[in-house]
């Protein structure tokens, strides 16, 4: 394979996978500190995580507190004082003061589990752990002998250690004790009620996906060991269980999917003084033309929520006096992973606007400033110039994307080569943020020459639950020509060269990329990136099930057909491609699995259209490993260059 991994402006392969990423921002309840944690990626996916600190407001270096290979899940104490982390395992805690860190971290818990939850509770005596059992000597005896069969029926009995239980850490005792009223059930999000009170819970009937995100339910769950109390189904994969109080006592509200995935929305219970239902959940969010992406619980108030909002990232806050959300400010570009301090008189998020990537900002929600720099690297970089976009569909939707010219060219030095790449979901969106990642390549392609164009058709999110649902049922219909229409467009204001157009994507994009091709045959090249080819297969093996039939709009058991999965599927179509397709996926992808992949493949083989095939071993649906995402990123810039050409080619 012939590659070309530097570009201009100095834009390396390296570079764009290299540096460290931030994630899981948590701010002090006092708002004076800033905790985080950062990862690289490593060879065969060992890669190496770091836990750093920084004071809220600007004025201080941030400190690093520890490292290693799996530092995570940093929470603090309801009173600021200790910070909680693990370390490959081990239950840390860090004390610190108003002058920063006091003293080394000690260990307050080994578990030889996995444990994928933290909430240290009021009075800091207890911590929730939300975790996995330990291997008893017998399940590490079968491991060994490859004793592992497993009867479905009995998944519960023999793969417990897979199923996560909420368990109560004595920080004086060191005990650790499974909560009571929970037996049989997977849990998934835990939050305290803010005065010290019980736990709201939400939990699975089992830990795989299909069936689990379809059995959310609601439980309140006290401290002193009785009965949990089950206020009934939340929706599809419910999670970020929020209390809050109101004028009628408290409530519970929790964001949750319609059945097909498409369109969040937050809903509310109110919890009488016993921890049952005071009545029916309602929806919150009804009509609002931002989508809800994350919900906080606040201590001393009402929740916050990061709505999508087009491009762009708002902040909402619950209004208790008529149930409805209110913007309180907004940020050009991506922001998540929302961290409250008490009152919200601080915030944390992680943030990239259209030239700078992904880091830690955090200060009063109106006003926040950087604290993290993980990519020092890519300071310098001669980026193409982003520019925001909008047209209309043929039925006059309004519609939004981003469009990444060359470096240091603009529209007058059309046409250009054009690559368009979708994002997943569909319900995910391109926001006006850096496109520099090993699956988001619109700079790197940008610096070969190429004007990218990134399109958030309907069923993305960003525009309210009612857009987003245009999809269900008929995934490549009206979304498809979103697409059409926005690339006709810049063929006709002179910026894309229709003779050398180009499409790709991940995961729905990557659908969506295969079903360009079987519809029409304007594109020279295209990229299939862990993208599904029929729909029938993705609902028997995929994680999300009859989600995705929801989607493709059938199961396969209905009887005999046709069906409509059939009209939906580009595996259906195959025999009218004749665009050169590059085929990406991970070999232990459980998202969308690899055999949808050697079925497109298969079925190109049998029409004797050109493609390729690469099969990237150990990596799941996003991947892990270092050489992997260069692999990725120079395959992807050398087809299109091999196909469409350079830029001089035109």
Not at 26 to 39: E, F, K, L, N, Q
Not at 137 to 145: S, T, V
Not at 287 to 292: L, Y
Not at 618 to 639: C, G, P, Q, Y
């Amino acid at each position: 394979m012939s590659v070309v991994s530097e570009g201009a402006g100095g834009l390396t392969a390296g570079l764009m996978v290299d540096g460290a990423e931030a994630a899981d921002p948590v701010i002090s309840p006092d708002g004076r500190w800033v905790a985080w944690v950062t990862s690289a990626a490593g060879v065969r996916g060992q890669g190496v995580s770091e836990l750093w600190l920084a004071p809220v407001g600007g004025g201080g270096v941030p400190v690093r507190l520890a490292g290693g290979a799996r530092v995570r899940l940093p929470r603090w104490s309801v009173d600021s004082a200790w910070l909680f982390y693990l370390a490959d395992g081990t239950l840390c805690r860090l004390r610190v003061t108003a002058g920063g860190p006091a003293g080394d971290a000690g260990t307050v818990l080994r578990w030889g589990g996995e444990i994928s939850g933290l909430a240290p509770l009021a009075g800091g005596w207890l911590v929730a752990v939300v975790a996995g059992d330990e291997l008893t000597e017998d399940d590490e005896r079968r491991q060994g002998e490859g004793d592992d069969a497993v009867a479905w029926s009995e998944r519960v009995a023999r793969q417990h250690w897979l199923w996560h239980r909420l368990r109560l850490l004595d920080l004086a005792s060191g005990e650790l004790t499974v909560a009571a009223g929970l037996a049989g059930r997977h849990v998934v999000g835990v939050a305290q009620r803010p005065d010290g009170g019980p736990l709201a819970v939400v939990s699975w009937d089992c830990p795989e996906y299909e069936p689990g995100a379809f059995t959310s339910r609601l439980h309140i769950v006290g401290l002193d060991g009785g009965a949990a109390m089950d206020l009934g189904r939340l929706g599809l994969e419910a999670r970020c269980p929020a209390w809050w109080q109101g004028t009628d006592g408290w409530h519970v509200a929790w964001l949750a999917f319609g059945p097909s995935g498409c369109g969040a929305v937050v809903l509310d219970v109110a919890v009488a003084a016993d921890g049952t239902a005071a009545g029916k959940p309602r929806e919150l969010t009804a009509g609002m033309t931002a989508c809800p992406d994350e919900l906080v619980q606040v201590a001393g108030g009402p929740p916050l929520a990061l709505f999508a909002e087009g491009l762009d990232t708002a902040l909402f806050r619950l209004d208790p006096a008529d149930l409805s959300f209110r913007r309180v400010t907004g940020w050009a570009g991506r922001a998540g992973e929302l961290s409250v301090s008490d009152e919200a008189r601080a915030i944390a998020v992680l943030a990239s606007t259209a030239y700078a990537p992904c880091d830690v900002s955090a200060g009063p929600p109106g006003s926040l400033i950087q604290v993290s720099d993980t990519r020092p690297g890519l300071r310098g970089i001669a980026w193409g110039t982003q520019e925001r976009l909008s047209w209309r569909a043929p039925d006059g939707l309004e519609l939004d994307g981003v469009l990444v010219l060359p470096p240091g060219r603009d529209r007058a030095d059309g046409p250009f080569p054009l690559v368009t790449v979708i994002h997943g979901g569909p319900y995910g969106r391109w926001a006006d943020e850096l496109m520099a990642s090993w699956w988001s390549w619109g700079q790197w392609l940008a610096a070969a020459g190429y004007a990218v164009f990134h399109p958030n058709p309907r069923g993305s999110q960003g525009h309210g639950r009612a857009f987003a649902e245009m999809v269900v049922r008929a995934v490549g219909q009206d979304e498809w020509t979103d697409i059409v229409a926005g690339i006709d467009e810049l063929v006709a204001d002179g910026v894309a060269d229709p003779a050398r157009l180009g499409i790709a994507g991940w995961s729905h994009g990557g659908f969506m990329a295969a079903w360009a091709v079987t519809q029409t045959d304007r594109f020279r090249a295209a990229l299939m990136g862990a993208g599904i080819a029929d729909w029938a297969m993705q609902v028997g093996v995929g994680e999300q099930g009859r989600a995705e039939a929801d989607l493709g709009g059938s199961f396969g058991w209905e009887g005999p057909g046709p069906h409509r999965h059939d009209q939906l599927s580009p595996i259906s179509y195959t025999a009218k491609v004749t665009t050169p397709v590059l085929i990406l996926h991970g070999q232990d992808d459980t998202n969308v699995p690899v055999g949808q992949a050697m079925y497109f493949h298969r079925a190109l083989i049998q029409f004797g259209t050109e493609h390729e095939l690469v099969i990237y071993p150990r990596e799941n649906h996003s991947f892990a490993e270092r050489a992997h995402k260069i692999d990725v990123l120079e395959r992807t810039r050398s087809w299109f260059t091999r196909w469409l050409g350079g830029p001089a080619d035109g």
